[in-house]
Structures are given as structure tokens and as C-alpha cells.
């Protein structure tokens, strides 16, 4: 395997895998409150949640 990590790098690959990460946790986030939501279990009776 080609090692990708270089000793002249300061972090800078390190911004995408957080960025994912980001929006990975922003989507689990979002899918939990609208399971929640479609359940019943949160009191959101005059917000609309488009499916």
C-alpha cells in the first residue's frame, strides 16, 4: 500500500475526513429528529417536515 501521509503536510488532508465527518453527524443528527419527529415523539405539531 502507497503510504499517503507526508512529513511536509501540516494537517492539510486532515480537512476533508472532518468535513465528511461533518455532514455525516449533521445527516445522522437530521435522520434521528425527523424519525422522532415521524413518531410522534416531538411535540412539532405546526412545523411541517417535508419527507
Known sequence: M???SKPSEHGGRRW???TVGLVLLAG???TAVWWAW???LLPLDGISIPL
Do not use: F
Open 38 to 40: 415521524a413518531n410522534g
Open 28 to 30: 445522522a443528527i437530521g
Open 16 to 18: 476533508p475526513l472532518i
Open 2 to 4: 502507497a503510504r499517503h
